[in-house]
């Protein structure tokens, strides 16, 4: 039987990050650039299917109050249309930092222009790392 595997997503306008998860710990897998609402929902189902996701856990932007807004409603339609392409649950979590705690946790001898390019798929891992401590490891 195959263990459980997650896949880590930081939905962002002009980059996704991706994170994957067999494990206790999450690890940065790709980023995705925007192309186009069809062709990145066409990677990432790819990404999922060739590492066996079972479950997909993506980013919800949560306002400062908690609640839901605009960026939070496009995570959720894009997950839900991920979810029809893929076949497995898909899961939100409070992603409240982490694109923050990303940029803090790249070298600080590290240039501007790769800051930049690595900062979502830390993010995805951010957020993948954070489901997972709050859920327990993937059984």
Do not use: W
């Amino acid at each position: 039987m195959t263990s459980r595997r997650l896949l880590g997503i930081d939905f962002g306008e002009k980059r996704i990050g991706i994170a994957v998860s067999d494990g206790s710990i999450a690890v940065p897998l790709t980023i995705v650039e925007h192309e186009g609402r069809e062709a990145d929902l066409a990677r990432i189902a790819a990404l999922a299917i060739e590492h066996e996701a079972t479950s997909v856990v993506v980013g919800l932007p949560l306002l400062s109050s908690g609640d839901e807004g605009e960026q939070a409603r496009r995570c959720r339609r894009f997950g839900d249309a991920l979810a029809r392409r893929v076949h497995v649950p898909i899961v939100y979590h409070d992603e409240t930092l982490s694109s923050v705690t990303a940029a803090e946790s790249l070298l600080v001898g590290a240039g501007r222009a790769h800051r930049k390019t690595r900062i979502d798929d830390l993010a995805a891992v951010n957020i993948l790392q954070s489901y997972i401590d709050e859920h327990g490891a993937p059984a």
